[in-house]
């Protein structure tokens, strides 16, 4: 029997036929986050926003756009639209560079803050992948600048290298944004390159001993999150909550390993003990010899987190489950979900918790002609899990979890994020 990426590449090839130009394929990590969409009654994608705000009148919207527009030329997945054709996921590329830059107007008693949320809820998923919003904080005499990405054409990885390509693009003088066209097709050919070549590593991937070893290790797993009671949300609250800590860091921070250990803490007060509970983490890379192009990204692995009464495996005991976890990195998700349900289980490929982990020194700050944007949050935005962690790491460690309020109450998820810093802070000092 082909498997599930045979398949895929089978149905995109009828599909595409000579439009290989503007129809592209979409690898497995894309996939999941179409399938997730598609599941979604409101059809509403993951979004990536990135926050910056910026000394008032030190950015010319005109330029912006026109630094939009080339970065957008520069990078396929940026300007392309994902979306669904005669049931295959696809890219669709537009003959032209396609960007949104916008500037929200606030409504009586609106925030700026308010004014970002509400943009970002009312996103179209037929636009193009990356959207700007520029909206004036009188108060602070500040302009804030809201980098928007759909997560199906980005990772996290991605987002260093289109901050520091969005400054050089400012930069540049040419108010009409022009790209030269060869270079726009060297990006596109790259880029197809890129997505096939990962696409020949999941289908080497999915092999049935591959299938197996996933089945054995996600039977246990069901969705153990209670299911959303947007009820239960009071009409002026925001959807989600927020808690964050600093941590000093030894050592050289947390292992990963360390981090999936101690997050078995915080999932025991969410969700109670002796349960398998699906914890999502984005790993992987691309095919050795690859361009690093954006829109070509990490795949999404599940680590059951055990939340029994003991003690548990201790990070030696994680970390020995994790490196076999490594080993079938590339196998796609929605290949995971299959071999699991095709074992009995009755996981159906919801995560009740995701989280991502960042390096702080791969975090440059955005700089528009010469002005250095300070990189702000903008809370209380709808998050597609119960839960989110991530864990940012450099001269300290900042935590920051948000949680779907439909989902789990405040003080259940305070309970939780004050056991998961318990079991990463050092013996002797405390919280900042």
């Not at 987190?305 to 994680?318: K, Q, R």
Request: charged share 25%; aromatic share 6%.
């Amino acid at each position: 029997m082909l498997s599930i990426t045979s398949q895929y590449l089978a149905r995109y090839r009828r599909l595409a036929g000579d439009r290989s130009d503007t129809l592209l394929p979409v690898t497995g990590a894309q996939r999941r986050f179409v399938l997730v969409r598609s599941l979604d009654p409101s059809g509403r994608p993951d979004l990536v926003p990135m926050f910056f705000a910026f000394p008032r009148g030190t950015i010319d919207p005109e330029r912006l756009r026109a630094a939009a527009r080339r970065l957008a030329a520069r990078h396929t997945a940026l300007r392309s639209r994902v979306g669904v054709e005669r049931g295959t996921p696809v890219l669709r590329v537009p003959a032209d560079p396609d960007t949104v830059v916008t500037r929200p107007d606030l409504l009586p008693g609106e925030s700026p803050a308010d004014a970002i949320r509400r943009a970002l809820t009312s996103w179209d998923a037929q636009g193009p992948a990356m959207r700007l919003l520029l909206v004036a904080d009188e108060e602070r005499e500040e302009d804030i600048l809201a980098v928007v990405l759909d997560h199906a054409a980005c990772d996290g990885r991605s987002l260093a290298r289109i901050v520091d390509d969005l400054g050089a693009a400012y930069d540049e003088d040419d108010p009409a944004g022009r790209t030269a066209p060869e270079e726009t097709h060297a990006e596109l050919a790259a880029y197809r390159d890129a997505v096939l070549g990962q696409l020949a590593a999941e289908e080497r991937a999915e092999t049935p001993e591959a299938a197996a070893y996933w089945a054995d290790r996600l039977r246990a797993l069901d969705t153990h999150a209670p299911a959303p009671r947007p009820a239960r949300v009071p009409g002026d609250a925001r959807p989600s909550g927020v808690a964050q800590a600093r941590l000093p860091a030894h050592d050289g921070g947390v292992s990963f390993p360390g981090l999936l250990d101690a997050c078995r803490s915080a999932t025991r007060e969410l969700y109670g003990t002796d349960r398998a509970v699906p914890l999502g983490y984005p790993w992987g890379g691309r095919p050795a010899g690859a361009e690093p192009v954006v829109g070509c990204f990490l795949n999404t692995l599940v680590f059951p987190v055990d939340t029994g009464c003991g003690p548990g495996p201790g990070p030696e005991g994680t970390a020995d489950a994790w490196w076999d976890d490594l080993d079938r990195a590339d196998v796609p998700f929605d290949a995971v979900v299959t071999a699991v349900r095709s074992a009995g289980s009755r996981w159906t490929g919801g995560l009740d918790g995701l989280l991502t982990v960042d390096d702080d020194t791969r975090r440059p700050p955005l700089k528009l002609a010469g002005a250095e944007g300070r990189e702000i949050h903008v809370d209380g935005r709808p998050v597609r899990a119960p839960f989110a962690l991530s864990v940012t790491q450099g001269a300290e460690i900042r935590l920051r979890m948000v949680w779907d309020r439909a989902v789990l109450d405040d003080a259940t998820a305070h309970r939780a994020f004050d056991a998961l810093t318990h079991a990463l802070r050092p013996s002797d000092p405390t919280v900042r």
